[in-house]
């Protein structure tokens, strides 16, 4: 372009910029690119900002404000006015290093509002809008302004005013732990403060009347809603408080006992983004990749060092109570035999790496001790345990080995040890750290989900990466999609695992469990839930506990609850001569594309994924405590293939507490015109494996 075309240009654009800055607009609207999704944003009559969202002309979010507390100077949120504006489209297509699909298509309009209090302070304050076709996502934005430097908030006063007594999946507001079992009442019945919730985790902090996200609902109309936050960085996390007789939800911070706010920054800076997910099925709930879209792009490169992958290890068993973590009770899981044997065994069965926990020293003095700071050590193993010549004969036998920190949320240990933790790995060749937080955190005062604690995490990905290693975090901070930009932020838990059904005094985790799960937390991010267990009564171990699903559905979850790290989780032994096995040796664990094909939130859900790399489909299936027929067209693979599908169902006979085990194995050659009828078993599933005939 020619110098002086630009210069008119440039001049163009200030001009029409500075025209908006003065025409005090009172109402601006945005349409997603398909028109499906209407943002308005408006001044009320008291002058507080607001906005409404609608869902093909259904209102969802009916006006609903915007403001801060501070601890220092005056709330903001009132007497505005809208001194800027600026409205622009984008499209791009992004490729995902691992995950649900290869391409992603971020495509969104984008309004930018700026805003000014009428009067002294005159504070400035933007709100970003970016407006899809499965949702909205928005944030603040506070420029750089005179008169302050620095902001300590007390609250944000974020309103998402709904607009009906919706059926909605909730986890209580808990500023501690994602651990809880959910709950499906109506909006006017959320109760975060149950005794149902008073339950014995490690660590557990509800307030107030508040659920965690993400938080999904249904409307009367059959318009499915789901409420998270995306790219936590920074800030603190939010909760989302319940006023019943308003059908309103208004955003609580995660604070900090120690400080008399609950987040500290400095200008200029922004907001996570609030998220709304959008859909009339309740399965493009999970197609949708709103969360990770609005994340920034991959700031690390090429993380080919790091290989999705199925592992197993050494863990079941501690769960089980077969063998301890620590060394002092005398039946000690880790040691260089045991690590062998899972090596051996994971080299023969297409599992690509093993977790050994309880390697390290420290454990004597883990759940139950305030004085937590210092006992765990991240270098040192104990002595039954040969460090270096697991990984070498892993090596020999092409199987990595994936380290465990267990912080105990003693934070001030794992952050003076931390590289130096990490150049032991690096030294190793060892990719890949389970890190876990069990407990309340130490400092006192601090909370799993505060500020403090997302900079912590912040710096842990951050240092992990220096060293080309992933992080598969427990007891993590939630996900809000944070793996579009930090690759290396592999899988985390974040809810509540395989691990209750092992030990849990209520029962475990109920057949409805995982079909929630998979519109609810899942929509946030990967999950490490280490499914797979086959000796589903567990015993000889636990008599009271068992896993409530049938082994049909431990298959199904290799599909259907994603994660670029999948465990095998059970003990060797409950595999060995299980036809069933065959299934976990051949499903994938990193997609090319992801189809949801059906499903209802509590209830069921079928998901087909394509592997990268190879022209193999897997299928998987869940369905809650109700035995059900679905019917599968299998209309999306390609044209003119013949395949072999291998379908591992419930036996006629199944039930999950019943007849857990009661399996059929059949293949059939199927190409994109077949469709099954299958009968799901009550807390039954379905797993197919579908590769081409040659
Ligand atoms: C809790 C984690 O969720 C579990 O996977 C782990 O085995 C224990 N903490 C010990 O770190
Ligand atoms: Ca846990």
Redesign the pocket.
Known sequence: MKKKTLLILLLATAFLHACDRNKKLENIQVLSPKGKVEVSFLIKGDGSPAYVVKYKNNTVIDTSTFGFDFKDQISIGNNMEIIGSKTSAFNETWEMPWGEQLKVINNYKQLIVNLQEKAEPKRLMDVVFKVYDDGIGFRYEFPEQEKIDTLLITDENTQFNITGDHKVWWIPGDWDIY?HLYSTTNFSEINALADKYKVDL?QTYIPENAVNTPVSMKTDEGIYLSFHEANLTGYSGMTLKIDKENLMMQSGLVGSERTAYKVKRALPFHTPWRTIQIADKAADLIESKLIVNLNEANKLGDISWFKPTKYMGI?WE??LGKSS?DLASGKHGATTKNAKSFIDFASKNQIGAILV??WNTGWEH?IGFEDREGVFDFVTSYPDYDLNEVVRYGKEKGVDIFM?H?T?AAIGTYNQQMDTAFSLMQSLGIHAV?T?Y?GKIIPKGEYHHGQWMVNHFQKVIETAAKYDIVINA??PIKATGIRRTYPNFVSR?GLR?Q?FNAWSADGGNPPEHLPIVAFTRMLAGPI?F?PGIFNIKLTPYRADNQVNTTLAQQLALYVVIYSPIQMAADLIENYKGQAAFQFIRDVGVNWETTKVLDGEIGDFVTIARKERGTENWFLGSITDENARNITIAFDFLDDNKKYEAIIYKDGKDAHWDKNPVSIKIEKIIIDKTSSLELKLAAGGGVAISIMPVN
């Open positions: 651990e490690a863990w501690m769960h973590w926990e309880g883990w465990h267990e105990s389970k876990g069990v427990h007891e838990e695992g691990e490490d280490t």
